[in-house]
């Protein structure tokens, strides 16, 4: 089993950064790609950035150049850095992970960017 919780969401301006954690617990063994997703309201959830346990990233085209994928394998941990928000990008964010092909998925933080 693994659990993940993420933080870091909040209310900002447009223009202004935020940074995601997701830390991870549980069997870990099986864990290879961490990503994030997010999901606004009347639309489907959609990835934003995913980074390998080679840490090899890629990133939706709304979102490169402004957003930064990292890990920390020592500390079960990913981050989401969000630079120069914009209110489209307005959305409950969640961790994913899959694990021995078992898919996990976190409770989701709220990111709110106003105009």
């Known amino acids: 089993q693994v659990q993940l919780v993420e933080s870091g969401g909040g209310l900002v301006q447009a223009g202004g950064s935020l940074r995601l954690s997701c830390v991870a617990s549980?069997?870990?063994?099986?864990?290879?790609?961490m990503s994030w997703y997010r999901q606004a309201p009347g639309k489907q959830r959609e990835l934003v950035a995913a980074?390998?346990?080679?840490?090899?990233?890629r990133y939706a085209d709304s979102v490169k150049g402004r957003f930064a994928i990292s890990r920390d394998n020592a500390k079960n941990t990913v981050f989401l850095q969000m630079n120069s928000l914009k209110p489209e990008d307005t959305a409950v964010y969640y961790c994913?992970?899959?694990?021995?092909?078992?898919?996990?998925w976190g409770q989701g933080t709220q990111v709110t960017v106003s105009s």
């Open positions: 994913y992970m899959v694990n021995w092909a078992t898919p996990y």
């Open positions: 549980g069997s870990m063994l099986g864990i290879k790609d």
């Open positions: 980074i390998t346990s080679g840490h090899s990233t």
